[in-house]
């Protein structure tokens, strides 16, 4: 399981227009904010999303990238997208690689994948976690605190 001060992982994923995306040319570059949930168009998981949304600016703001992941897949992401009007990335680990790289722990006995939001500064290192199912919104109060936290101090 990924902790604070690990270096994040680089991976390569679909995103919601079928395209590679590979971390590796944002890692360094900018600050991240990567947020596992379990599935496109479920109450929580559009809350937290529409929640990015509203709040995406402020991220952009502060140089930050937002990316969501989840295990449906990259027609299932383009639809929940553009139906929620959302303007960020959104990957497609229909294999759960990626989750399980990052370690990224299931809810109710491993029924339903976890949601963990991991913020990644431009050293590469995870800053900040916030593990919360039932606190969508939570993970992006959390995010947005600390990468606004970063643009005051060098880290």
Do not use: W
Not at 7 to 30: I, R, T, V, W, Y
Not at 52 to 80: A, L, T, W
């Amino acid at each position: 399981m990924i902790q604070i001060g690990d270096n994040c992982p680089s991976f390569k994923l679909k995103n919601q227009f079928g395209e590679e995306f590979d971390l590796a040319n944002l890692l360094g570059n900018k600050t991240l904010v990567i947020y596992f949930y379990p599935k496109d168009d479920t109450p929580g998981c559009t809350k937290e999303a529409c929640f990015f949304r509203d709040r995406f600016e402020e991220f952009k703001d502060v140089g930050c990238e937002v990316i969501g992941i989840s295990s449906d897949s990259e027609q299932k992401h383009k639809e929940f997208a553009e139906k929620h009007k959302l303007p960020f990335i959104l990957l497609a680990d229909t294999k759960q690689e990626v989750r399980k790289s990052f370690g990224v722990p299931g809810s109710l006995f491993g029924l339903i994948p976890g949601r963990v939001t991991y913020i990644v500064g431009k050293d590469k290192k995870v800053k900040g976690i916030f593990n919360s199912l039932l606190n969508p919104l939570g993970h992006i109060d959390h995010a947005l605190e600390l990468v606004k936290s970063f643009t005051t101090s060098v880290y």
